[in-house]
């Protein structure tokens, strides 16, 4: 059925950077495409950045120039380098096997001073 544990999430300041990572398992992750959603309070979910098997990425407007999504698919896990955050940037972010169903718990991602 396979699993998806992010980790990574915490309290940063404007303009403060964090790295989010995501570990999956029980499923074949080398051939899964991925991705990173975040949903604000009082907002529905929406896509931040996906990435293919074989790394082609793309990124919803918001991130473009500031997040990097990656993977190691060594490890079977994907990442999200966020850098230069702002405070619209704050929710909970979570990591998907797109195509699969499958979702993590999310991690609370706040950008505060």
């Known amino acids: 059925q396979g699993q998806l544990v992010e980790s990574g999430g915490g309290l940063v300041q404007p303009g403060g950077s964090l790295r989010l990572s995501c570990a999956a398992s029980?499923?074949?992750?080398?051939?899964?495409?991925m991705g990173w959603a975040r949903q604000a309070p009082g907002k529905q979910r929406e896509s931040v950045a996906t990435i293919t098997g074989i790394g082609s990425t793309n990124y919803a407007d918001s991130a473009k120039g500031r997040f990097t999504i990656s993977r190691d698919n060594a490890k079977n896990t994907v990442y999200l380098q966020m850098n230069n955050l702002r405070p619209e940037d704050t929710g909970v972010y979570s990591c998907?096997?797109?195509?699969?169903?499958?979702w993590g718990q999310g991690t609370q991602v706040t950008v505060s001073s």
């Open positions: 029980g499923f074949t992750f080398r051939h899964s495409h």
């Open positions: 998907t096997a797109i195509g699969r169903g499958l």
